[in-house]
């Protein structure tokens, strides 16, 4: 009987950890993408190369990198272009939450 309440209470502390995990994820929607596509066209920005940094969903940008705002409604990331792909970054953490080709 230990051993049943034991797995059942493992099994509700991963349950709970991966409901957390979720809900960290980061979602851009589509219409969030097409505006901030057409945003970064209308207004560009040159485009800087950051040497040996690697620029993936979740990795942080540099403090040096200077970040820009999104005059939309309904987006509160900045934005960077790194080697001509429009990377959106969460301002509060500097972690990359979604790369645009």
Same mark, same amino acid.
């Given at each position: 009987?230990?051993?049943?309440v034991?797995?059942?209470?493992?099994?509700?502390?991963?349950?709970?950890?991966?409901?957390?995990?979720?809900?960290?994820?980061?979602?851009?929607?589509?219409?969030q993408?097409?505006?901030?596509?057409?945003?970064?066209?209308?207004?560009?920005?040159?485009?800087?190369?950051?040497?040996? %940094?690697?620029?993936?969903?979740?990795?942080? %940008?540099?403090?040096?990198?200077?970040l820009?705002a999104?005059?939309?409604?309904?987006?509160?990331?900045?934005?960077?272009?790194?080697?001509?792909?429009?990377?959106l970054?969460?301002?509060?953490?500097?972690?990359v939450?979604?790369?645009?080709?």
């Amino acid at each position: 009987m230990k051993k049943f309440v034991s797995s059942a209470v493992t099994g509700l502390l991963l349950l709970g950890a991966s409901s957390i995990a979720v809900a960290q994820t980061v979602i851009v929607t589509p219409e969030q993408e097409t505006v901030v596509r057409e945003y970064v066209k209308k207004k560009p920005i040159a485009s800087i190369n950051l040497p040996g %940094v690697e620029l993936n969903v979740g990795s942080t %940008v540099p403090e040096k990198v200077e970040l820009h705002a999104i005059d939309a409604p309904d987006i509160t990331y900045r934005y960077v272009v790194v080697d001509n792909r429009t990377v959106l970054v969460d301002p509060g953490t500097r972690k990359v939450v979604r790369v645009i080709d």
